[in-house]
């Protein structure tokens, strides 16, 4: 074999394996066509925990023991018996409503149902998936392998894994789309949009609550406006009230790529623990580089391949040449 052609082919096998791209093979992965969400705003929240109770009868989903008692809506942290839950955050005296010093607020927590989710990314078996119309993130137990990824996939620490159960199972919110409940596919909106008193937790297209959330966050303080509540697509009641001093930044819209549930709020939200995000999701960089792994690993065979071919061609080309001068 000729070294120009062994040159060549390797040369060839490594460019139909190796783009240029190939170490950060993918952009963040889109909004879904119809992407819907919600919109969590916490100057509204007056933490009656409607919401949490409304979920747990939704999702059938049992109380929690608090003391000596069970409770529907006193859960402090997300828990496999728990997909929402309403968190306090209180400073110096907790004396004002949405003021950072001195003041307190409400903050919910719950599956944000990810645009480029990383619990979807991470689950080796397909048991995570992202709904390709709706957005809305769900869990297929019956996939499952109890691998457990998915918890470290998620940077909001949403899965939950039922470690007291023989047959563990992961627990989240699933935007009450899933088999057995289904609201939203069947024209509802979420149990936990539907129960809120004050519009705080709004359910609509993904869409339209950013629109809202940006003409909340255009308007002055002290303005009066007036705030839908339940489906943003067919509000059952307005209230007004004014414009408190929004923090000018919707959580959700950019962050790892943004999520169909967003919150706005006038506390910053690393006050409210929210984690520190970049906008490029790292379901995007773990699969570019998964990918490339792959491929480079491809690599030796493949050339290995275009190897065999000019060598097979060599030998049947001196075979030739033989025949020929016999
Ligand atoms: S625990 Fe289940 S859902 Fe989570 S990553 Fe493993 S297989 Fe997927
Ligand atoms: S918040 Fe976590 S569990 Fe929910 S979609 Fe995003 S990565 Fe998945
Ligand atoms: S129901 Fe609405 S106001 Fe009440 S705690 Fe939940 S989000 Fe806040």
């Not at 706005?264 to 970049?278: C, E, Q, R, V, W």
Request: charged share 25%; with cysteine; net charge negative.
């Amino acid at each position: 074999m000729k070294r120009r052609d062994f040159i060549k082919a390797t040369a060839a096998s490594a460019a139909v394996v190796c783009g240029p791209e190939t170490a950060l093979a993918r952009p963040n992965l889109e909004p879904a066509e119809n992407a819907v969400g919600m919109l969590f705003d916490s100057t509204l929240c007056v933490g009656c925990k409607a919401c949490v109770s409304k979920c747990k009868e939704v999702n059938s989903m049992p109380p929690v023991i608090e003391g000596d008692k069970l409770s529907w809506d006193s859960a402090r942290d997300l828990s496999p018996k728990t997909l929402n839950v309403i968190k306090v955050y209180k400073d110096g005296t907790a004396e004002s409503k949405d003021q950072e010093v001195d003041g307190f607020c409400f903050e919910k927590r719950s599956c944000m149902h990810c645009v480029d989710p990383g619990c979807v990314s991470v689950c080796p078996v397909t048991a995570m998936r992202r709904d390709p119309l709706t957005g809305i993130v769900t869990y297929h137990a019956d996939a499952c392998i109890g691998c457990r990824n998915c918890m470290v996939g998620c940077p909001y620490n949403v899965p939950q894994f039922e470690y007291d159960e023989a047959f563990g199972q992961i627990q989240k919110c699933q935007m009450c789309n899933q088999a057995g409940v289904e609201r939203i596919n069947n024209g509802q909106m979420t149990g936990c949009a539907e129960a809120c008193p004050t519009g705080a937790t709004l359910f609509g297209t993904r869409k339209e609550l950013l629109k809202e959330a940006k003409q909340r966050m255009a308007m002055k303080e002290g303005e009066i406006y007036n705030y839908p509540r339940g489906d943003l697509s067919k509000p059952d009641h307005y209230h007004e009230k004014a414009i408190p001093a929004y923090q000018q930044h919707i959580w959700g819209e950019k962050e790892a790529g943004g999520t169909n549930v967003m919150h706005i709020s006038a506390i910053p939200f690393d006050k409210l623990g929210m984690p520190p995000l970049k906008e490029r999701s790292s379901a995007s960089i773990a699969e570019g580089v998964q990918h490339s792994i792959y491929n480079y690993l491809a690599l030796p065979a493949i050339a290995l391949a275009g190897l065999s071919f000019v060598i097979r061609k060599n030998i049947n080309e001196d075979t030739e040449d033989q025949g020929g001068n016999s």
